[in-house]
């Protein structure tokens, strides 16, 4: 059997080797349950939430707010210090996942000011701390997300500090935090990191399709991919990767499309309120995207305030393409 038909095992769990990634303000309940209408078995991951945002009462009920269909789920957390963990590991447990995911990878300016995120790499003597009081609060599956490095290298010492840690896997994006998401990822670090443990290692950064996983999947030997912005706007995404690493084809018809635009439009509307709307506008332009006149639509659309005027806009918008297949078929031929 080949590498792309199995499974990857995390603890005691096994998941197809394409996952989806946390993606602030876009893999939200409503994007995932879309998520689940085209893979039922692949990991995603929530948002990542601050443990005291957890802890506290307002914050932590809308950080909990997800169904049971979209599990098996991965809660990624944000910490900067060992006090206060217990309650909001507590609710995170209660509330039902199969994993949860500690975040030291993430580069934004305030989280990193804060301590947490990829701030956490450059202090590995607090973050021993923190792995060891969550590996002793968390009975599920434990996994951490990793970079390159703060602003410099040190993917490997940490990524064994990890694992002496007693976590089960761990997910590598190879770039500084110094270098957000400019610039190609540094796969070679992936390598490294891959090659230094015996826990499963995920690769994060650049993999939109079956060909640059492919490609990464040949330069590191990563056990599964995450995959952030090739999903955005794109909840099928997960199955067209699995379908091509099978060489299979993978169609999907302007219709199909317009369908998984309006559902997410109206699963936002359900969880949201009225604000569903202007969450939706960010994944508006990535439904329209490569057809004609996408632009101009684009324009009027993410200005409208109605809920109507959008949806009757994109109806209109699709009726008046040529017919074809989307770009998401033709990758299956590529030889495994």
């Known amino acids: ?109 305030n989280v990193v000011k804060s301590g947490s995120g990829s701030a956490l790499m450059a202090d590995p003597a607090r973050l021993e701390k923190i792995l060891k009081k969550l590996r002793e609060l968390i009975p599920i599956v434990f996994t951490v997300k ?50 230094a443990v015996s826990i499963p290692v995920l690769l994060s950064g650049n993999v939109v399709n079956w060909k640059t996983a492919k490609m990464a999947y040949e330069q590191t030997g990563v056990d599964g991919f995450l995959i952030g912005r090739g999903m955005w706007a794109k909840p099928w995404k997960l199955k067209e990767m699995r379908e091509h690493s099978q060489g299979r084809e993978f169609y999907l018809t302007q219709s199909e499309i317009l369908d998984c635009a309006l559902t997410h439009l109206d699963s936002m509307l359900e969880h ?10 960010k994944h508006l332009p990535f439904y329209i ?20 005027e959008v949806k009757d806009g994109l109806i209109g918008f699709f009726a008046e393409q040529e017919p074809r297949l989307s770009h998401t078929a033709g990758m299956a031929n590529l030889s495994r």
């Open 1 to 109: 059997m080949s590498y792309w038909n199995k499974p990857v095992t995390i603890g005691n769990l096994t998941f197809p080797r394409f996952m989806s990634g946390p993606l602030d303000g876009i893999t939200d309940s409503p994007f995932r349950k879309l998520v689940r209408k085209f893979s039922t078995d692949e990991l995603l991951y929530t948002e990542m939430r601050h443990i005291r945002c957890v802890a506290s009462k307002k914050g932590g009920e809308r950080a909990l707010d997800f169904a049971s269909l979209e599990r098996p789920l991965n809660f990624q957390i944000s910490v900067n210090a060992v006090e206060d963990m217990e309650p909001a590991i507590e609710k995170i447990l209660a509330r039902g996942v199969d994993c949860i995911d500690l975040n030291i990878g993430c580069p934004a300016k």
């Open 146 to 195: 990793i970079r390159s490095g703060y602003k410099s290298i040190n993917a490997v010492e940490i990524a064994k500090l990890i694992q002496d840690c007693g976590v089960d896997g761990l997910a590598v994006h190879p770039r500084l935090q110094t270098e957000r998401f400019m610039g190609r990822p540094n796969y070679g670090v992936a390598a490294q990191v891959k090659a």
């Open 272 to 281: 949201y309120g009225s604000h569903g709307l202007y969450c939706f506008r």
């Open 289 to 308: 995207k490569g057809f004609t006149h996408a632009s101009a639509l684009r324009k009027e659309l993410c200005v409208a305030t109605s809920v109507h």
